[in-house]
């Protein structure tokens, strides 16, 4: 059974850092490129960055260009987001995704809650 | 930046009735990384529609998308009560990825 499940959400004050954690089982990440996407009730969803496979040609969203940091361990089949100088902005679900859809795969988490207030 | 404006924002139809979304974009999107997708409350989005037009496991033949260049469209051909939900286009052709801010299919 595939599962994508995210953790390391919270409650943080504006400026400060926070980093999410996405760990897979069921399915090897190494193969896929793997996605965060946010929401917010007002903002719908927004896709925050893309790291392919091979970890290079990483792309961001420009609301967290110079501030997020995706990653992935391929060996721990686990990906990350470092998320730094926060903003209430950034209040969102957050979702670790993959896609490949000729191929059948479209997996999310759940989501977790990040949460940016004073 | 490629912004995808969805109409309209609420449809209010009941079951049996068939639906028509649409997906405007600012400029011409590659069919091959346009999806649509459904999300119901609580859950993550799951994939409708990939490649514009071609429907992904499991979806049922009553779902259709269609579209190229700036106009795409979803159709529903008969609701179904378990179709209420709200529907997402997507396209992830060029970077940022962007999606469209949703059309929600409420029961009348």
């Known amino acids: 059974q595939v599962q994508l499940v995210e953790s390391g959400g919270g409650v943080v004050q504006p400026g400060q850092s926070l980093r999410l954690s996405c760990s897979a089982s069921?399915?090897?990440?190494?193969?896929?490129?793997m996605h965060w996407v946010r929401q917010t009730p007002g903002k719908g969803l927004e896709w925050v960055a893309v790291?392919?496979?091979?970890?290079?040609?990483?792309l961001y969203a420009d609301s967290v260009r110079g501030r997020f940091t995706i990653s992935r361990d391929n060996s721990m089949n686990t990906l990350s987001l470092q998320m730094n100088s926060l903003t209430v902005e950034d209040t969102a679900v957050y979702y670790c995704?993959?896609?490949?859809?000729?191929?059948?795969?479209?997996?999310w988490g759940q989501g977790i809650l990040v949460t940016v207030s004073s | 930046e490629v912004v995808l404006t969805q109409s309209p924002g609420t449809l209010s139809l009941s079951p049996g009735e068939g639906a028509t979304l649409s997906c405007t974009a600012s400029?011409?999107?590659?069919?091959?990384?346009f999806v649509w997708y459904q999300q119901k409350r609580g859950q993550p989005p799951r994939v409708l529609i990939y490649?514009?037009?071609n429907r992904a496991a499991g979806i049922p033949d009553r779902f259709s998308g269609s579209g190229s260049g700036t106009d795409f469209t979803l159709t529903i051909s008969r609701l179904e009560p378990e179709d209420f939900a709200v529907y997402f286009c997507?396209?992830?052709?060029?970077?940022?990825?962007?999606f469209g801010q949703g059309t929600k299919v409420e029961m009348k």
């Open positions: 995704a993959t896609w490949a859809f000729t191929l059948g795969v479209d997996y």
């Open positions: 069921g399915f090897t990440i190494s193969g896929y490129a």
């Open positions: 790291i392919p496979y091979h970890g290079n040609n990483i």
């Open positions: 400029q011409s999107v590659n069919t091959k990384f």
């Open positions: 490649q514009t037009s």
């Open positions: 997507q396209q992830y052709g060029s970077s940022p990825y962007t």
